[in-house]
């Protein structure tokens, strides 16, 4: 079996090269150009992989990369994935994020149809929530540029689903966490400044809304999800969560506690970091998955947390 992973070098991407790697799959990675090259995720697997150029911008780059590689099966891992960036370039984040996945499945659908494609599909559709918890049927309420170019991504995969029988599933992913997770991100900026705190290296830690609410998964698990998704008999729309929810408070609460500190000492609320549309709570139902495809996430909460703080703590001590 041959897979292309688009967004190979972020989080998701590289955990699904490793997966397919044990599974024995031949991996090939889509790539932007960069003057600067960052293969950091990928580094201990490069020499497995086969990697290429190419741009989901740039509609005739991925057909001439899917037509060379052949895949038997394409993850669309790639996106402009930071929520709060999606404000700031909301126009950027709408080329990669929606058109970048129709130039995806277009090129399939020119070059052959069989190829079995998955799409990222994120929780930030559901925004505004009409139910808790969320399940494939919930009606979706983006509240930023992020979330409602995602809703368009999912469309468009289930449209070519059902307009040329593509074998398109979309995964619609609730919030999965990592050592490998952007700094930028909340929940490594919590793990990386609870090292930093612990070492001397700083003495605070400023962050947003603590009472936000997120269904938070261990990132290796999800892209087991994903896997099994392309490995079912028919295609479909599937949650992926752990059916559990915690603040940014909780997060905080257990992140200080793996280094024995009480976060109330050093964790400061900064309105710059509140979003201009708020996503108060995502709680997944991951009942379909778990029942269609036999899918449940290993990892608890506290382990991901802990884990994250511990390897944070090992790289600042190098």
Known sequence: ???????????????????????????????????????????????????????????????????????????????????????????????????????????????????????????????KVKEVPQTENTPFYPRSPYGVAKAYGHFITVNYRESYNIFAVSGILFNHESPRRGLEFVTRKISHGVAKIKLGLADKLELGNLDAKRDWGFAPDYVRA??????????????????????????????FGCVDLDYKKYVATNPAYMRPAEVDILLGDPSHARKTLGWEPEVSFEQM??????????????
């Open 226 to 255: 994903m896997w099994l998704m392309l490995q079912h008999d028919k295609p479909d729309n599937f949650v992926v969560a752990t059916g559990k929810n915690h603040s940014v408070r909780d997060f905080c609460e257990i992140a």
């Open 305 to 318: 947390v802990k884990i994250m703080v511990e390897t944070d703590l090992k790289r600042l001590t190098k």
């Open 1 to 127: 079996m041959r897979a292309l992973i688009t967004g190979i070098t972020g989080q998701d991407g590289s955990y699904l090269a490793e997966f397919l790697l044990g599974k024995g799959y031949e991996v090939w990675g889509m790539v932007r150009r960069s003057s600067t090259e960052n293969f950091d995720r990928i580094e201990h697997i490069k020499d497995k992989i086969t990697l290429r150029q190419a741009d989901l911008l740039d509609q005739l780059s991925i057909v001439e990369l899917i037509d060379e590689c052949r895949p038997d099966e394409v993850y669309n891992l790639a996106a402009q994935s930071f929520v709060p960036t999606s404000w700031a370039q909301p126009l950027l984040t709408g080329e990669f994020d929606a058109l970048g996945v129709t130039k995806v499945l277009e090129a399939i659908r020119l070059i052959d149809k069989k190829i079995k494609f998955y799409q990222a599909s994120s929780s930030e559709m559901f925004g």
